[in-house]
């Protein structure tokens, strides 16, 4: 079983960038498709962006297209989401996830197929 941590959140203003990772432990992020997702008040969870076990293939929301990029370091047992060009929209819970799977290149942005969630990390951007 693995538990996942993220860290990197904070406050930003409207057009900074942010880091947040995610470190794995108990488990081995190579055998997973890794996702983000995130949680605005009163709002229900909402898909991120996805990278596959093999790290050749990303998928990203519409909203954050272009501004955010989602890598990998097995090394490391780390995944890591690179945000630039914040907006205020963007403020949230930015949870990681990881999804056991054989399959190198799959990648499901539907949150009820990640087995493990972290506990969360606080983004906040100001306009």
């Known amino acids: 079983q693995v538990q996942l941590v993220e860290s990197g959140g904070g406050l930003v203003q409207a057009g900074d960038s942010l880091r947040l990772s995610c470190a794995a432990s108990?488990?081995?992020?190579?055998?997973?498709?890794m996702g983000w997702f995130r949680q605005a008040p009163g709002k229900e969870r909402e898909f991120v962006g996805t990278?596959?076990?093999?790290?050749?293939?990303?998928y990203y929301s519409d909203s954050v297209k272009g501004r955010f990029t989602i890598s990998r370091d097995n090394a490391k047992n780390s995944v890591y989401l690179q945000m630039n060009s914040l907006k205020p929209e963007d403020t949230a819970v930015y949870y990681c996830?990881?999804?056991?799977?054989?399959?190198?290149?799959?990648?499901?942005?539907?949150?009820?197929?990640?087995?493990?969630w972290g506990q969360g990390t606080q983004v906040t951007v100001s306009s």
């Open positions: 996830a990881a999804y056991y799977t054989s399959n190198l290149n799959y990648a499901p942005m539907d949150r009820a197929k990640y087995d493990y």
């Open positions: 990278i596959t076990r093999s790290g050749d293939n990303t």
């Open positions: 108990g488990g081995t992020v190579s055998r997973c498709t």
